[in-house]
């Protein structure tokens, strides 16, 4: 059995995009480190001065690498694009992390695809989707199940911390995707903007919040240059260059590969436990993410199936109106127009005036001919297997 051109075009493309795809979730996987790199080398308390430095060197290598700046407009849609993604999300993530279990956390995070969805429905025009909808919310469930222990305590300020993070990265995804890269801009290039511009709203923050940096040890430089080249540099150049090739929506449920990597992580490195709850979260996230990538499932179109005319009430100019005086003709303007009078049932296309069962009034409604759908077949000719009945003649005074 063939397939139809819509559903093997989508076919096509999720097989050539799948590539990307895999790239692409590599910068997921490498922030799933984050949480162990964090608690096992870095120093503690000091969450927004890693931040910092996960952002901003990388950005500076990345513009001392590529030699390119933004250009015109672009220095304010770097700058908003940098603070979306980086500057606000970074210490939303770290508000919510300090008074929130990692689990609610990640969670709360987890909304992402929903806020990604909405928004690409509002400001990209895309179809919101019952089917990415439903994935999504399943997304949340299995995240839910892997991370979040009986113990979980909830705490109002972190949940909107959490909430709002999520939302601002979920902003900055769909304008990155709304801007597209600059033409000649390699996405190096692109990603150190962004990096660079986060960088420098986290410093006056993290001097702010924090004081002055702690001391760095061995350990800890080791996982600076982790953050910042590897879950940095790497990861976004990444994950914009993705963002921009592929649907947005099925970039941003990439991210539930993050918190699932930190849970596994934390069970091989760190001796915690994966019970069958969390086996069985593990499964519905990988699910939602499998089905995010998927092309939006359509109903089959009837082959008959037509469109639905245009139609639209014209007049006759006044030249045409006393075409009965002209000499030894039988045809009338009205002949003459590619359209079909809606006045009997088979659709007569004499002039109104000629026929006494409908009414005569100097405009009548008239459609285009409706046209079939493109790789139809020919329906049957009209009228094939109708009764011949005479159209319902104007019932007089």
């Known amino acids: 059995m063939t397939r139809s051109g819509p559903e093997r075009a989508g076919g096509d493309t999720f097989s050539s995009n799948l590539p990307r795809t895999a790239v692409t979730a590599l910068a ?33 290598v990345a513009l001392a690498f590529t030699r ?12 908003t694009l940098g603070v979306l993604n980086i500057g606000l999300f970074f210490p939303l993530l770290f508000v919510a992390a300090e008074r929130l279990p990692g689990g609610v956390a990640a969670t709360l995070g987890a909304v992402q695809p929903l806020v990604v969805a909405v928004l690409a429905a509002t400001l990209l ?69 962004q990096l660079s511009a986060g960088g420098l709203f986290l410093v006056p923050v993290t001097f702010l919040v924090e004081g002055p940096p702690p001391a760095i040890d061995p350990p ?43 849970a596994l992580l934390g069970a091989v490195l760190l ?14 996230a990988l699910a939602a993410i499998a089905a995010g ?29 006393n075409w009965r005086a002209r000499a030894g003709t039988n045809t009338s303007p009205w002949d003459e127009l590619p359209v079909r009078t809606r006045t009997g049932r088979h659709g007569d296309h004499r002039h109104p005036s000629l026929r006494s069962d409908i009414d005569t009034s100097p405009s009548v409604d008239v459609c285009r001919r409706e046209v079939l759908d493109a790789g139809s077949p020919a329906p049957p000719p009209h009228g094939a297997g109708l009764r011949n009945t005479p159209p319902r003649r104007r019932e007089s005074g």
Request: aromatic share 8%; glycine share 14%.
């Open 125 to 193: 025009r895309e179809g919101l989707s019952v089917w990415r909808a439903v994935w999504g919310v399943t997304g949340v469930l299995g995240v839910g199940l892997v991370v979040i222990g009986p113990d979980a305590m909830f705490d109002a300020v972190g949940i909107v911390a959490g909430l709002l993070g999520a939302a601002a990265m979920a902003l900055g995804v769909t304008l990155t995707k709304r801007w597209q890269r600059p033409a000649g801009v390699s996405p190096m290039a692109f990603a150190g903007w």
């Open 293 to 321: 990538q998927l092309p939006v499932p359509t109903r089959p179109r009837h082959p008959y199936r037509k469109r639905q005319p245009e139609c639209r009430r014209i007049s006759p100019s006044p030249s045409s109106t």
């Open 68 to 79: 390119t700046l933004p250009n015109g407009a672009w220095w304010g849609k770097a700058a």
């Open 220 to 262: 800890a430089v080791l996982g600076y240059l982790w953050l910042g080249l590897i879950g940095g540099l790497c990861a976004y150049v990444l994950w914009f260059r993705g963002v921009i090739a592929l649907p947005v929506t099925s970039v941003a449920v990439l991210g539930l590969l993050s918190p699932l990597v930190a």
């Open 28 to 60: 997921p996987l490498a922030w799933g480190t984050t949480y162990v790199v964090t608690t096992e080398l870095l120093p503690p308390g000091h969450p927004l001065f890693a931040g910092l430095l996960r952002a901003l060197p990388a950005g500076l």
């Open 271 to 284: 001796d915690q436990t994966l019970g069958p709850i969390e086996l069985l979260g593990f499964g519905l």
